[in-house]
């Protein structure tokens, strides 16, 4: 009894059947079996029935507290009887069939892999060897395999692997015995080492001999070993032993596509895909796969399995071995530099620029010379852009050093030095003793503006109407397009504004409603443009000019019916009985007070650029209005990524669809049309434009590669470009194919933007979110290691959009985000300084002038004392400050708009405006890349750097906007005047809402393992106020995005330079989506410049509201006026504090679509965590490669 108690546990009756069976057979091991084996026998064949006829039975053994485990293991150790071997093992099948994950972790854990495999090397000494106990044993380890981590590593030391190699030999056709072995040869394989092992000993050809092709039967058979197959070829040496066997493998695939038309046996095919993917993981494998034909066989099987929704495994399956498989093209362009370049009067040595340009000559930048295709192991997902990193690498980018987190207590410059930037503060000692309050605006003046460059601007680019008698051919060597429009002085153009829209002078004002689309029409079938031309005619002073088409005549009179064609027809008499042509604009300031189309050429006229741009596209020369309506983020279609990637294969299966036609080049500057004929016409020579290359693919398919950054290779990203002559209803394609991110939001909803000229004129001039069938892939073209940072194997991505167009002959323009160029800018600050009251004091400084030859502005804003009392005037002048800056990165656009409607609010006559500059003084630097913005980049300045990475030591040759900001800022520190908030208007590509990241070093250190004293972590919380009085009163704000970690890749951001070295508190970023908000009243809508200039209104009120929190008594006056912010919100966004996360990625919902669109991907990641051997992990980067690009 006493040995019954000891495999017992509790609430187990003592008394049990299997537990006194149990005790005999522990008392044999004991006696080291001396008795009789037919004891042993008996009592194991009374287990065994035990367990088959009873579940309570299997719970006992395995239970806690149970030794029932050990003594069957002890016993197969040492009996030699071999029926009571084989007892044992239908023992150990029963138990472990059923629960098996805690049982084969119990069994595992008491060492029953080693006897098992221990077992296998007795066993194979038999002659001949026991093939029941064999089986038993494989059917067994097949089990435990899986679940023990070192199994792989076991098997190989004791001689095992081989053993069951010799035995699938001896019995290919005793398939009872051959499905075990299979499924221990499949366990063995997950490990590298063993994998090779096993090609050496010729199991890759053994396989081949197992698999055929479709038949009924044995089809469990069938699927074990093609998943061993796949198993033994993750390694490189067993999948080029396996490329010849590519060609058997297609057609297998092709005999089971054919025949399993019930679909039954999906597996077995997916199985077959496996294998091939495997293979093709290599570059003889990839050549194998195209010289068998297999993209013309996986296309169409693919094709054929479209319509049935429970193929898709298949389908994405062979996508990816397709796009795998695709070969590898350069991209269509001569070298990955900037069509445009810019001599830097200093180069640095060693600098982006001096890489750039000291590459010897003749060297091909688009491709790596040895980049045929590479091995997809080199292919790695890496984020290769600065901002974004990859999120398996955790928290290694945040910065762990204190010393490096805590505020600098010295100040970088002397004083004498900084002293020049006095004359930028005049507001901190003026004393307003010659001001006059009767007319305060003679009081306050701007330090002089650079000289304009007057020079031809086309206004605005649309094409002229061709002319309706034919013309004689271009001569050789001519541009084959029409005859352009002679470029006009803006000097001789007068514009003016019809207030009544038709000529009439007797009507009204129409209301700014229905009424604006026909003042609109009206207004513009009156285009007309006076330009010079050569002299027709001689003598004293009768001189007449040949006057041209208007340039908006191609536009305007293909809509316009029969008075749009007598503008062209009566053009001759026209011009006999008109002494001087007027541009009729509309005047919609009732809609847009800050836009001025006559304004705006001025403004471009002294605009320096380095194309030397000379046309002004439409939607800028004539302005936007927000559409009243919401956008909302586009639904995803199922399966829309996939069939783009098909039209993308086609190119290759059937290469004579393909036109391959360069409609667009800007590499032939002097005539970047090089074809008219039925394609569309593209155009970007305007300032903000970005488009280098347009081909025609198909029909209505075009290949769009955008320019470079100037004085760089990459940063693809912003793209401004206009289209014309497209049919209607015609069902486009545009691919942008050297995109550059690992991702975009237009895979999550985002659209592409358009103007419409057409709509503009019937008097809905605004940009809209358009496009259909939207999505963001990586794709075949190859990308050079110069241009990604030395890795090669990269591929770029393509954007694709599809559009059908509602107008003949319209004129459409395309942005990546609603466009803002230097030009508006400085038309707005022209239009906001005549809107200025007398109770505001604003000043316009011309910081300094850029690389390009553009002025920096400088504003301060804030309220006029009102007397030149002493107590008003130390008020005055003791205002803490708030300094803003935007748009930093041409791309961004949308930092832009938000700091337009912080302008407006700014100079508004609102009490809540009045308010604010009486708390304040601001400092405002809009635009800090200037060349970068006029030039069409999306991320540099004309010094190929990133201007927010250089504020550590910015160079006043090279970054001189950023240099002479930051002397501004240590200005203010050496006089103790630092700002109260430093914040830089930013957008995000990759995250939706409107969110902060700041500066904490408490923050820093809880995200590592930093061991820090709590005197060394003390800090004041206050940087959090902002962006909480945010989220509580703007709708698109998330503080759940906000983050307070400093990185080490952001050290020489201005957020974090300003908080640590001129030691501002509350130094942010701010963030705004370039697609739309997943939450608050603006979930689910994209968004607009409406949101975007209502956030930067809303950042004012923050500001007022963090004002009372600081100095309550100060606003005690105003505290009735506090609550007035609230007419501004229609709704009140309540979002919970959170703490802060450290945000690197996505945080995206995932698509229904599990396509690996990464190409060059490995391995499918295994369902099963514990099939893997960490511990014995000599994998190849094939093997270890993941779906982290998966946009699923």
Request: aromatic share 8%; proline share 6%; hydrophobic share 35%.
């Amino acid at each position: 009894m006493n040995k019954h108690k000891m495999i017992t546990e509790k609430g187990v009756p003592s008394n049990s059947s299997v537990l006194m069976l149990f005790g005999q057979l522990e008392k044999l091991n004991r006696e080291s079996m001396l008795v009789d084996p037919e004891i042993a026998r008996q009592i194991t064949a009374k287990i065994l029935h035990l367990i088959q006829t009873q579940e309570k039975t299997r719970k006992e053994i395995v239970s806690k507290g149970s030794s029932g485990m050990e003594v069957i293991l002890a016993t197969l150790e040492n009996t030699q009887d071999l029926q009571s071997i084989l007892n044992i093992l239908y023992i150990l099948n029963e138990l472990l069939t059923v629960g098996g994950g805690r049982r084969i972790g119990v069994f595992v854990s008491k060492g029953g892999t080693g006897i098992l495999l221990q077992l296998v090397i007795s066993a194979s000494k038999e002659s001949p060897p026991s093939e029941e106990v064999m089986l038993q044993l494989h059917s067994v380890l097949a089990k435990v395999g899986p679940k023990d981590r070192k199994f792989g590593v076991k098997a190989r030391l004791n001689g095992a692997l081989n053993v069951t190699v010799n035995l699938l030999k001896q019995n290919l056709q005793n398939y009872k015995l051959l499905l075990p072995c299979l499924l221990v040869l499949q366990v063995y394989s997950s490990n590298t080492v063993n994998a090779v092992s096993l090609g050496k000993n010729g199991v890759v050809e053994l396989m081949f001999k197992i698999i055929g092709p479709y038949s009924k039967k044995n089809t469990s058979l069938l699927k074990v070993s093609l998943d061993t197959l796949g198993a033994l070829l993750k390694s490189k040496t067993n999948a080029q032993r396996a490329v010849v066997h590519v060609p058997v493998l297609l057609y297998i695939y092709q005999d089971w596509h054919r025949n399993d038309t019930r679909h039954r046996h999906i597996l077995i095919r997916k199985g077959i895909l496996g294998c091939l993917k495997n293979i093709t993981n290599i570059k003889l494998g990839r050549k194998a796969f195209i010289d068998a034909d297999g993209m013309r066989i996986l296309y169409n099987t693919s094709t054929e399995c479209l319509p049935v929704r429970t193929l898709d495994p298949l389908i994405n399956t062979s996508s990816l071995i397709m796009r795998k498989c695709f070969p590898k093209n350069r991209l269509p362009l001569p070298t990955i530099k900037s069509v445009f370049h810019h001599q830097l009067l200093r180069v640095p040595a060693g600098g982006p620029v001096a890489q750039l340009y000291n590459q010897p000559l003749g060297m091909d930048d688009v491709v790596d010379e040895s980049d045929n295709n590479e091995d997809a192991e080199a292919e790695n997902d890496m984020e290769n852009e600065v901002e974004e990193k990859d999120h398996h690498a955790g928290n290694d980018d945040i910065e762990t050093d204190i010393n490096k987190l805590r505020p600098k207590e010295t100040h970088s410059r002397p004083f004498e030095e900084l002293k020049i930037y006095e004359r930028f503060f005049m507001e901190l000692s003026e004393d307003f003793q010659v001001f006059n309050f009767d007319n305060p605006k003679k009081g306050v003046t701007a330090t002089p503006a650079a000289p304009k460059s007057h020079r031809p601007i086309i206004v605005p680019t649309a094409q002229a109407l061709p002319p309706k008698n034919p013309t004689a051919a271009p001569l050789q060597g001519e541009c084959p397009h029409p005859a352009p429009v002679p470029a006009l002085d803006l000097d001789t153009i007068n514009i003016t504004k019809d207030q009544d829209g038709c000529g009439d002078h007797t009507h009204s004002r129409p209301h700014p409603g229905a009424g604006l689309e026909q003042e609109l029409v009206q207004g513009l079938e009156r285009v007309a443009l006076d330009g010079a031309g050569p002299q027709v005619g001689g003598g004293g002073g009768g001189n007449k000019h040949k006057r041209q088409p208007p340039i908006l005549a191609g536009c305007v009179a293909a809509r316009l019916g029969g008075e749009g064609e007598m503008l062209a027809e009566d053009w001759a008499e026209e011009e006999e009985s008109s002494e001087e042509v007027v541009l009729h604009v509309p005047d919609t300031a009732l809609l847009l007070p800050l836009h001025d189309p006559d304004l705006y050429v001025e403004m471009v006229q002294s605009t320096s650029s380095v194309p030397q741009f000379s046309g002004v596209a439409y939607p800028d020369y004539f302005g936007h209005v927000a559409p009243t309506s919401r956008e909302h983020i586009l639904e995803r279609v199922y399966g829309v990524q996939r069939t783009k990637i098909f039209q993308d294969i086609e190119r290759l299966i059937h290469p004579k669809d393909i036109l391959d036609k360069v409609v667009y080049d800007l590499d032939i500057q002097s005539c970047p049309v090089v074809d008219v004929g039925e394609s569309l016409k593209f155009n970007s020579q305007f300032e903000s434009g970005n488009l280098r290359k347009a081909v025609q693919v198909r029909k209505f398919e075009y290949d769009l590669v955008l320019n470079s950054d100037i004085n760089s290779n990459h940063y693809h990203q912003w793209f401004y470009f206009e289209v014309s002559g497209m049919r209607v209803g015609a069902p486009y394609r545009f691919n942008i194919i050297n995109c550059e991110k690992s991702n975009s939001q237009f895979n999550y909803g985002m659209q592409v933007l358009m103007y419409s000229v057409q709509e503009a004129i019937s008097g809905r001039p605004r940009w809209v979110r358009t496009g259909t069938d939207i999505c963001y892939y990586k794709n075949h073209f190859s990308r050079s290691s110069i241009a990604a940072g030395g890795q090669k194997g990269k591929s770029y991505y393509t954007m694709t959009f599809s559009m059908t167009f509602n107008h003949k002959d319209d004129v459409c323009y395309f942005a990546y985000h609603y466009p803002y160029t230097y030009s508006t800018l400085k038309m707005h600050l022209q239009k906001l300084e005549a809107l200025r009251t007398p109770q505001t004091y604003l000043r316009e400084d011309v910081l300094c002038e850029t690389l390009g030859g553009n002025s920096c502005p400088l504003l301060t804003i804030t309220a006029m004392p009102e007397s030149t009392s002493n107590d008003q005037i130390c008020q005055f002048r003791n205002r803490p400050l708030v300094f803003l800056s935007s748009r930093v990165h041409p791309g961004e656009t949308n930092a832009s708009w938000v700091m337009k409607g912080t302008l407006e609010f700014l100079m508004g006559s609102s009490p809540l405006a009045h308010s604010l500059r009486e708390a304040y003084i601001f400092k405002i630097v809009p635009m800090l890349n200037p060349d970068g913005v006029v030039n069409g980049n999306h991320r540099c300045s004309l010094s190929g750097e990133d201007l927010n990475r250089q504020w550590q030591n910015p160079s006043p040759e090279l970054h001189p906007t950023i240099y002479h900001t930051k002397s501004l800022l240590q200005y203010l520190a050496a006089i103790q005047r630092a700002p109260l908030v430093f914040c830089d208007y930013h957008g995000h590509s990759r995250k939706k809402n409107v969110f902060m990241y700041g500066c904490s070093l408490k923050e820093t250190v809880w995200e590592t393992n930093i061991s820090a004293t709590s005197c060394e972590l003390h800090e004041d919380l206050g940087y959090r106020t902002l962006p909480k009085i945010l989220s509580q009163m703007a709708p698109a704000f998330s503080m759940a995005s906000c983050s307070f970690v400093v990185e080490r890749s952001k050290e020489a951001t201005a957020r974090v330079v300003v908080w640590r070295e001129i030691g501002v508190q509350r130094s942010y970023t701010m963030e705004s989506t370039l697609c739309g908000c997943d939450q608050g009243k603006y979930k689910g809508l994209q968004i607009g410049t409406r949101e975007l200039e209502e956030m930067g209104a809303q950042f004012c009120v923050a500001l007022l509201r963090l004002k009372r929190l600081t100095s309550p008594l100060k606003l005690r006056n105003h505290a009735h006026l506090l609550d007035v912010d609230s007419d501004l919100m229609e709704t009140r966004c309540k979002v919970s504090s959170t703490p802060s996360t450290y945000l690197l990625e996505d945080e995206e919902a995932s698509f229904m679509e599990e396509v690996d669109y990464s190409a060059e991907s490995g391995d499918e990641p295994d369902n099963d965590p514990n099939t893997a051997d960490p511990h014995d992990n000599h994998l190849s980067d094939s093997e270890s490669n993941n779906h982290r690009d998966s946009l699923t």
